[in-house]
């Protein structure tokens, strides 16, 4: 079975709403360490070498569900750039069945550290979500 998948970074923030303020987990948290919103954000977090670079990430270290019954499919995964780049709170909000969903929570855990997004010159917390078309052919 052949697979092939592509990031949509333009329709990646799919039911986050725009705001400039962070978001907060717990109230206690969100005062040490808020989580921004990504559209809010005045310097966005970036993958080393960019979005292709990530996509082509993706593409060499995702492997595709092999049950015959598997047609094809979307994940959605959030996660929460750190300020040291580092990807946390790995959530899958979507799962296109047989694995999908638990293979980009492990290809996403491999992933290098980001250029951390950053708020009035200062690294913050950032929170991220992706779709991955996933067709089987």
Avoid at 96 to 123: D, I, M
Wanted: glycine content about 8%; proline content about 6%.
């Amino acid at each position: 079975m052949k697979l092939f998948f592509y990031l949509l970074m333009l329709s990646v923030f799919q039911g986050v709403s725009a705001q400039t303020k962070p978001t907060s987990l717990s109230t206690q948290n969100a005062e040490v360490n808020p989580v921004y919103d990504v559209k809010g954000i005045e310097e966005k977090p970036e993958y080393p070498g960019g979005v292709n670079a990530f996509t082509s990430f993706i593409g060499k270290n995702f492997k595709a569900p092999t049950h015959k019954n598997f047609k094809g499919g979307r994940v959605i995964a959030s996660f929460v750039i750190e300020k040291d780049g580092s990807l946390t709170e790995i959530k899958i909000l979507k799962d296109a069945g047989y694995g999908s969903g638990e293979e980009a929570t492990r290809v996403l855990q491999l992933a290098e550290k980001w250029t951390p997004a950053k708020q009035s010159g200062v690294p913050v917390r950032c929170a991220y979500v992706i779709p991955i078309q996933l067709v089987a052919n």
